[in-house]
């Protein structure tokens, strides 16, 4: 029987406690007891602590039954880093910590209400609808777990209404440029003065890399001999946003490319003038495996810095905005106007599946609108 007992807490407030023996551990052979505290009443208290009296002659405390959110959720992450990359697993970790565990962590995982994980998602989609619904399925995915391992019998998150983004009217802005502002933005960036940027955009603009693909590069990428480009590696962000180097995501993401003349030529150029620079500043650029773009310490250059450079010349020129993806964009655009396949710009791209080609690359300039047109008219022809 468990003994209630009356104590004062630093606040000067009343509160109640009592100890059970809840039998010997299995596992060690030792004595288990459980302490329960902060009982406002002696009531609440002897409620609790017949509850628990009941839990030990049918079996034993369920330790799990008091687990909370975040202890299932560390036990979760623990298993779920070994699925995914390092860029991905650090980006769930900010997730949680920003935005989901300030909602739940500290709740027993038992306790939580469809109501409040309701409220959680509402107010999710009113400061992030492009982003709530990740929020939304990795505390899914958090109540899935805790059901695998029989902390709870049921996900409430089942039972969650979810909102949804109202499409708003209006033509959503393009994020690639046609052939005429493609050749207007290069007019803005002096190719000898400002060499490794008008290098950078060129492999952009011509080759179609990713951001992290093209600050990933070294120099033994590149085989000026066959004329061609391979891309194996990304650069991204890890833990604690440290840059980190990673194979890319998908086998289709491995690729090797042809490269044009003038962007040879443009490489060989930047190669020759880096190696005067870097020398200049103690380092010896030589070796195969140096990056085509450094840092002045001779270290990957911010994944921003790209974006940066962008901004300013946008502004400078007033082009319509883009982003550097806009870059990739533009290039499949440009290859689907040159006539190139589908099955081409997929590949040169680097798309896992065709589908995904379609979903995002499927831009049409004016002029081939205009070309459509004049089809229709020429075919119905009255």
Not at 266 to 271: A, G, V
Request: with cysteine.
């Amino acid at each position: 029987m468990a003994s209630i007992k009356s104590y004062t807490t630093s606040n000067g407030d009343k509160r109640y406690k009592f100890q059970i023996y809840g039998g010997i551990n299995p596992q060690t052979g030792k004595v288990m007891k459980t302490t329960r505290r902060g009982f406002k009443s002696k009531k609440e208290a002897t409620l609790e602590a017949s509850r628990l009296e009941l839990e030990i002659s049918q079996g034993g405390i369920k330790k799990e039954n008091n687990i909370k959110f975040k202890e299932v959720y560390e036990q979760w992450y623990e298993a779920y880093i070994n699925t995914v990359r390092e860029s991905t697993y650090a980006r769930t970790a900010g997730m949680f910590n920003n935005h989901i565990l300030p909602e739940f962590g500290n709740k027993r995982i038992r306790t939580i209400q469809i109501n409040e994980i309701q409220r959680a998602v509402n107010k999710w989609f009113k400061i992030a609808p492009n982003n709530f619904k990740k929020w939304f399925n990795y505390t899914t995915n958090v109540f899935t777990y805790a059901i695998k391992e029989r902390y709870i019998d049921d996900n409430p998150c089942k039972l969650v209404n979810i909102p949804r983004k109202q499409v708003e009217y209006g033509d959503k802005p393009a994020n690639f440029w046609d052939k005429q502002q493609l050749k207007k933005f290069f007019e803005y960036i002096d190719p000898e003065k400002q060499m490794e940027k008008y290098t950078l955009f060129r492999i952009l603009a011509f080759c179609g890399l990713r951001r992290g693909e093209c600050l990933a590069l070294t120099w033994d990428d590149i085989d000026f001999s066959e004329k061609t480009m391979r891309i194996n590696k990304t650069l991204t962000q890890g833990v604690k946003g440290k840059q980190i180097v990673q194979a890319p995501k998908t086998r289709k993401g491995r690729r090797t490319i042809v490269l044009d003349e003038f962007t040879l030529a443009t490489l060989k150029k930047w190669r020759l003038k880096q190696k005067q620079t870097f020398l200049m500043l103690g380092f010896n650029t030589f070796k195969k495996s140096q990056l085509i773009f450094a840092t002045r310490n001779n270290t990957h250059k911010c994944l921003n810095t790209p974006a940066k450079w962008l901004g300013k010349i946008i502004n400078e020129s007033n082009l319509p905005k883009i982003t550097v993806h806009g870059f990739r964009h533009s290039h499949a655009s440009a290859l689907f106007a040159a006539g190139a396949s589908i099955k081409e710009v997929q590949e040169r791209l680097g798309h896992e599946d065709v589908k995904t080609t379609m979903d995002i690359y499927t831009h049409v300039t004016d002029q081939q609108n205009q070309e459509a047109v004049n089809k229709l008219v020429n075919y119905l022809d009255f």
